[in-house]
């Protein structure tokens, strides 16, 4: 089976195990960087070039976009849908992901456990939006920020404001939530892949830091989830309708909250922490649901 990988550096690790992965399968697998791909648009018709060659033949595209190239990544996406190209995750899902409030929204519809959060707009509302949400600490994110970037604790009131108006005079769109103490600076990574959760780590944060990524020290144990904790997983990927998400959850008082959900999980915290051939997984599942399409004649 021919595969496409959308991304920008063949050399970075998830890159790197996604190829070695479907070769080792007897697949054909190729990287484009979603930079060099442009499109040809008109009715009925879709096509894609790169460097300066027309793009076919491919049953599979895989994409790893990086959140500062989220607009033409997706789009390039987009356009190997229209072309029949099968994908695990759409455009329309990794669109959903990357933007951290439609991801709660919609995972608040569904009843899905988070932690609280408010969202405003006018500086004339910021006392009673931080009203909304209790007594400090808070953690305010950017909304579109990735691997713990844009993401401050504020221990008192008036560091929340302060904060606010900062980020306000970026003209940058931000969320404001409740700091779950009791996680202790840790949460747990789940690894989804179409409907199973194939791996799940512990990433405990470094002393005197709050957020656990592993691009911020963090460091990464092997974990066992609890019957709940895997249903809430599954649930926030089948809510985004990601086929292969990392899902981010909190340890609370009231049960296992979502953090986020991630559309293009990075590999090589999970593999290193569980063993498990996660990249294996991924490919599998992507070339065992391109062929059943194909005999859909979809």
Do not use: W
């Not at 894609?48 to 190239?69: E, F, N, T």
């Not at 990794?94 to 009843?111: N, S, T």
């Not at 991630?262 to 051939?277: C, F, R, Y």
């Amino acid at each position: 089976m021919n595969i496409a990988i959308l991304s920008r550096n063949s050399k970075l690790y998830s890159t790197r195990r996604l190829i070695e992965a479907g070769r080792a399968r007897g697949h054909r697998v190729r990287v484009l960087d979603p930079l060099r791909c442009y499109m040809r648009i008109s009715p009925g018709e879709f096509s894609i070039h790169y460097k300066g060659k027309q793009v076919a033949d491919y049953a599979a595209v895989i994409p790893r976009i990086g959140a500062s190239i989220t607009f033409y990544g997706t789009a390039v996406l987009r356009q190997f849908e229209m072309m029949g190209v099968y994908t695990p995750n759409s455009s329309d899902a990794v669109l959903r992901a990357r933007d951290k409030l439609r991801c709660l929204q919609l995972l608040a519809r569904q009843e899905v456990g988070l932690p609280d959060t408010v969202f405003g707009d006018n500086p004339d509302d910021t006392a009673d939006l931080l009203a909304l949400l209790g007594e400090p600490p808070h953690v305010i994110k950017l909304n579109e920020g990735s691997q713990g970037q844009g993401v401050l604790l504020a221990e008192k009131r008036s560091s929340s404001q302060s904060v606010i108006e900062a980020f306000r005079g970026l003209y940058a769109n931000f969320l404001v939530q409740e700091f779950i103490r009791e996680a202790k600076g840790a949460d747990i990574r789940c690894f989804v892949v179409g409907g199973k959760v194939v791996a799940a780590m512990r990433r405990q944060a470094r002393a005197g830091e709050f957020r656990s990524n592993l691009h911020r020290g963090g460091t990464a144990s092997e974990v066992e989830l609890s019957v709940r904790e895997q249903e809430i997983a599954l649930l926030a990927a089948r809510t985004m309708q990601l086929n292969v998400a990392g899902v981010d959850l909190l340890r609370s008082k009231r049960g296992p909250l979502v953090l986020e959900v991630n559309s293009s999980p990075g590999l090589e915290g999970i593999e290193a922490a569980t063993s498990v051939d996660v990249a294996g997984a991924i490919i599998d599942y992507v070339c065992s649901s391109a062929l059943k399409r194909k005999r859909r004649g979809i």
